[in-house]
Structure formats: C-alpha cells, structure tokens
C-alpha cells in the first residue's frame, strides 16, 4: 500500500508563492507518474501538473509560466512550485500517483490566496 502525504499549504497573499510537497512511501514512486490537483469549493476537481517517470511534464494553460512540478526519485517526493500566486488558485491541493501499480491520493493540503 502506497501512502502520499502533503505538505506546505498555507494562507499567502496574492502575487506570493507556495511550494508544495508529497512525500510516498514504498518503492514504487519513480515509475508512476505524479500529478497535482486541486478542488475549490463547489468545483470539480482539475488537474494542474504533471510529470511523468521520466520527467516529462504537462501543465493546462491556466498555469503555465506560473507552477513548475518536480520530483526527486531518490527521495520519493514530488514538488509543486506556485508563484505568482492569484485569489482564484485557492483550493485545496492533491498530489496523485499512478500507473502499473495502482492509483494513489493524498488527503490534500489547503492552499488559500488573499490580501
């Protein structure tokens, strides 16, 4: 059983930056591909980065040139780097890993942007 857990939420004010962080156990996490989601009050949950095992990434439009997703396989964690962060990024964030093995969700951390 593979567990994810999330780390560095916070309240931060609007133009500010966050750096999010899951950290798995077991063995599996550099084969799996690690996204970040999130969920915001009364919204579907969206996906807002991904990075595959071998490093590729993907990121939707709303954004891009603002979030950077990484990972360090030899410390099974991945990263999700905000910045220029805006009110309507506030929600709470979910890291997911997946592939062969299984598909794995942390219980998210909350991220709330306001002056």
């Known amino acids: 059983q593979v567990q994810l857990v999330e780390s560095g939420g916070g309240l931060v004010q609007p133009g500010g930056s966050l750096r999010l962080s899951c950290a798995a156990s077991?063995?599996?996490?550099?084969?799996?591909?690690l996204d970040w989601y999130r969920q915001a009050p009364g919204s579907q949950r969206e996906l807002v980065a991904r990075?595959?095992?071998?490093?590729?990434?993907h990121y939707p439009d709303f954004v891009k040139g603002r979030f950077t997703i990484s990972r360090d396989n030899t410390k099974n964690t991945g990263y999700l780097q905000m910045n220029t962060l805006k009110p309507e990024d506030t929600a709470v964030y979910y890291c997911?890993?997946?592939?062969?093995?299984?598909?794995?969700w942390g219980q998210g951390t909350q991220v709330t942007v306001s002056s």
């Open positions: 077991g063995s599996i996490f550099g084969a799996h591909t």
């Open positions: 997911r890993l997946w592939g062969y093995f299984g598909d794995y």
């Open positions: 990075i595959a095992g071998s490093g590729t990434t």
